[in-house]
């Protein structure tokens, strides 16, 4: 349920609900908008709990979350989440996170010299796979530890946050250990034993929509995590599969807003596998962005042509350069600021 604090509360007014939650055995969640604030509570709240809560001094109103997806909902906290990945804000109409790199880190210097790159281009996020979910099984399946080393190494030297994904519960720990924010891939999101996993742990976590899942489900997965304890969650719209067989999927662009007017959660937008063309990033990136994304995932090879996977759907260097300054041309008609490319060096 959730409790309305009227304009007029007090902070004894707050005080006086939250110690009679505490009493109860209630976990509130405070949210502190402009005008007033919302206290959101999941768990056994008994219908009885509406009328007690009710007669409390200055709460306008007491209200069931009418969702299944409870913590994720926008009824459980009304303002946007801002996630603060290591200084670095995500949501809430903060900057365009721009999350760009290859699709798996296979060499020191391809990942050194794609870095440089896209921090270069305003980017503040350095994708890249150590671990990779293959169809086949013959596949390039990642370098594993080794990656995430090289990850940690492209971060010292450039400053970026990196984002990898993780497959399996037991590699949590260690993932944990070097990413600044964890993947959940899209055949992974109904991994109920890996949501708990990620729940339970003290860094942030993009669940990527499963390629057949449908929003409700998506959000019910998100839900397992901030069930856990783990409030920094974002969302990613990467396509989802339908009868068309000339996109790889298909970006489901109205996911965007139906996702931010369901949740407080920040979504991102993949248009690299929400496409599987990299002549259709720009196009899905700038749409995205004019619908209301937090962010863009993007993938980008210094070799397309020669990458280890998903070539057909990565930018070469020069095309991500197009690809920014055409977001920020979006950015700007829809008041959203995007990062700008550092000046180059004298
Ligand atoms: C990826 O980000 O490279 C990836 C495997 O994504 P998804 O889980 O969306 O297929
Ligand atoms: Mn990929």
């Not at 995430?148 to 944990?176: F, Q």
């Not at 619908?291 to 020069?318: K, R, Y």
């Amino acid at each position: 349920m959730i409790i309305v604090m009227s304009t007029q509360a007090t902070q004894q007014d707050v005080d006086d609900v939250l110690e009679r939650m505490a009493a109860e055995g209630l976990k509130p969640h405070i949210s502190e908008g402009e005008e007033r604030i919302v206290i959101g509570v999941v768990g056994h709240t008994y219908a009885e709990l509406i009328d007690v809560f009710s007669a409390y001094n200055n709460v306008e109103n007491v209200i069931p979350i009418s969702k299944p997806f409870k913590q994720a909902s926008r009824e459980f906290r009304p303002i946007d989440t801002v996630i603060d990945v290591d200084g670095v804000p995500i949501g809430g109409g903060q900057e365009l996170a721009v999350m760009a790199g290859p699709c798996a880190i296979e060499s020191e210097d391809q990942l050194m010299r794609t870095a440089e790159v896209v921090a270069q281009q305003g980017a503040r996020f350095l994708r890249g796979g150590a671990y990779k979910p293959r169809t086949s099984p013959y596949g390039f399946r990642g370098l594993g530890e080794e990656g995430l080393k090289l990850h940690a190494k492209a971060r010292a030297a450039t400053g970026l946050k990196v984002i990898t994904e993780v497959m399996t519960p037991a590699d949590v720990p260690l993932v944990a250990e070097y990413a600044d924010i964890l993947q959940i891939g899209a055949r992974n999101m109904q991994n109920f034993n890996l949501l708990d996993e990620v729940g339970k742990i003290d860094k942030p976590v993009m669940l990527k929509r499963g390629m057949s899942a449908t929003i409700e489900e998506w959000l019910l997965a998100a839900e397992y995590i901030l069930k856990g304890g783990n409030h920094r969650v974002m969302l990613c719209e990467r396509g989802i599969r339908t009868f068309e067989h000339y996109t790889r999927n298909t970006m489901d662009l109205s996911a965007i807003p139906v996702v931010k007017r369901l949740s407080h959660l920040p979504v991102i937008a993949d248009p690299s596998h929400g496409t599987g063309k990299w002549h259709l990033i720009e196009p899905m990136a700038k749409a995205s962005v004019a619908c209301g994304a937090d962010g863009l995932i993007i993938e980008v090879h210094p070799s397309p042509d020669h990458a280890l996977s998903d070539g057909p759907q990565s930018l070469t260097f020069d095309n991500f350069r197009k690809t920014m300054e055409q977001v920020r041309q979006v950015g700007q008609a829809v008041g959203r600021k995007v990062g700008q490319p550092a000046l180059a060096m004298a």
